[in-house]
């Protein structure tokens, strides 16, 4: 589905559709990701998802039980970035990065960071 200037504008004026837009500002992510990040209920982000992936702002991709969401284009961001600039909006962080997330892709991260920590800080 092609997106009317409009229409784009629309899709980006949620606040729960941005949020989820910056999530995946670092790469794909599951909805229990998003879910643990964000703090939204499971349900409220699969719609804003659906949303967002009819739109053809996002992509997924399933991997066994887990399906994660990954950005289409990264000039959105660009478009976001721009916006907040110019009303003078300033990006809040409204997660914890130390939230535990059962996913295995966080999980797999979470092994690694704790690898390199070793490596960088032998005891």
């Known amino acids: 589905m092609e997106n009317t200037t409009e229409q784009?504008?629309?899709l980006l004026a949620s606040s729960?559709?941005?949020?989820i837009l910056e999530e995946l500002r670092e790469g794909e992510h599951c909805v229990c990701h998003l879910e643990a990040h964000l703090g939204m209920r499971q349900a409220?982000?699969?719609?804003?998802?659906?949303?967002?992936?009819?739109a053809g702002l996002v992509v997924d991709r399933r991997d066994g039980w887990n399906v994660y969401y990954a950005l289409t284009d990264p000039r959105l961001l660009d478009l976001i970035n721009l916006a907040r600039n110019m009303s003078g909006s300033i990006k809040t962080d409204k997660h914890s990065p130390e939230v535990d997330c059962p996913c295995p892709h966080c999980a797999k991260q979470s092994k690694q960071g704790e690898e390199n920590d070793t490596d960088q800080n032998p005891r």
């Open 16 to 19: 729960a559709r941005l949020s």
């Open 8 to 10: 784009l504008l629309k």
């Open 44 to 54: 409220k982000i699969s719609q804003h998802l659906s949303v967002l992936r009819q």
